[in-house]
DNA sequence: ACCTGAACACCGTTCAAGT
DNA sequence: ACCTGAACACCGTTCAAGT
């Protein structure tokens, strides 16, 4: 019997979770988590779609796992940032829940707006593991109790706003975006601007990306308040 | 000919534009824009899915749509506040947008995570008019170009954060939710809290609900650091 | 043990046909 | 002019069957 002599007709051989939600990703990474099903999944793994289900529990589930690796994956990393305050920390944390955002910035929603598993998961920190790291750290640093779960309320909402605005920017695949700025005449809004001076005017303006620059000084007014909440 | 004798077999009678958008949002408001479909809106309209294409180009319009009302709704409750400080036109904004994610926290994740039609257009506040009306009335009030456009920024993404959360937490519907403060040992998470003491310890605190009080402090916060940064 | 074929109950959407 | 039946190309998911 010639079992291994034909050549694979798809990527990968052998199946397994990993394989699976890493190829998921991949997926969700290319042209986004709207255009991930089940068949297309299986398609790249070369396998049938009821296959999958032997290693999860359906896409619901799937797409659960997905966040959790991305979560997983910049848990470990933070681990290795030690600092000696508080902001360092939480700067820290901030650059890489950001890193998460400008490099998945299609699967950056997924972590954003999927329902909590629980209401103190808040999005996009939403791995127990995490908001433990983050409560445990803040109180090591002298927070209280009612201080340090303040930051993480606070905290959550900045990320969420600044990288969810962010990652949408980010994640609109380039098409006839390239020429934007010219044709004055504006075909893409026709009449809907005739009424709007002001936003045709600043036009330019509003379309800058300045996402990095904002992020941080964001960042630092959200650290200063922080502070000065702290010591009064 | 008896045509107007017999009774109406479904709600409304004569399909329109209109009907559609509000039984669209209507049905959003209660079981979320997930479970909407094209053949479930035409049923409750007493028609079949095919007729909705003579008013809407697709399901994709219909929820675009759909954001356009409740941000038309809210944009003319608004021009009822007039104010003398560029802080209160923009608490009043703030209270609508807020009023808009608390009546309908089901239909607000539509309105901060759509892909917004232009990059100028940042949810939550995504239309035109409204952005056009935040513009000129900051530039009323002495704002520069680069002044309005960065306020403009920042308000986006406070509000996107800051609402999007409470809207996910008013979101889900009250299921076994009533009773998760009792029984400690934790059958709902199970072995996850073990490795996080501090997210166990902390859980009441974590799930309490602060939202209106929070929302207000952030919103003071935000306007004392753009009071600063324009003085200076 | 692991994968699949066939089937079920759904989707969004098109188009020729009905009234 | 307005609505529909039938059809197409998809979905997620189940389950008995194959190897």
Do not use: C
Not at 30 to 55: F, I, K, N, T
Not at 56 to 73: H, I, T
């Amino acid at each position: 019997m010639h079992q291994e002599q034909h050549p694979a007709p798809a990527p990968t051989r052998r199946l397994s979770r990993e394989a699976i939600i890493d190829t998921a990703l991949a997926q969700i990474d290319r042209s986004g988590a709207q255009s991930l099903s089940m068949r297309s999944l299986a398609q790249e793994l070369g396998v049938e779609a009821m296959s999958l289900y032997r290693y999860v529990e359906g896409k619901d589930d799937l797409l659960e796992r997905v966040v959790e690796q991305l979560m997983g994956d910049m848990t470990s990393r933070l681990d290795a940032d030690l600092t000696e305050h508080w902001q360092g920390f939480l700067q820290a944390l901030a650059n890489e829940v950001r890193r998460l955002a400008v490099e998945h910035p299609k699967a950056f929603p997924l972590v954003a707006t999927r329902p909590p598993a629980a209401p103190w998961l808040r999005p996009p920190l939403r791995s127990v593991e995490l908001v433990n790291t983050f409560l445990s750290t803040l109180l090591g640093f002298g927070f209280t109790d009612e201080q340090a779960v303040h930051t993480y309320r606070s905290f959550s909402s900045f990320l969420l706003g600044q990288l969810l605005l962010e990652a949408s920017v980010r994640g609109v695949d380039p098409v006839d975006t390239p020429f934007d700025d010219a044709d004055p005449s504006g075909d893409d809004d026709e009449s809907t601007l005739a009424d709007a001076p002001q936003v045709l005017r600043l036009r330019p303006l509003l379309s800058e990306d300045r996402s990095e620059a904002e992020f941080e000084t964001a960042l630092e007014a959200v650290l200063d308040r922080l502070a000065r909440d702290l010591a009064q």
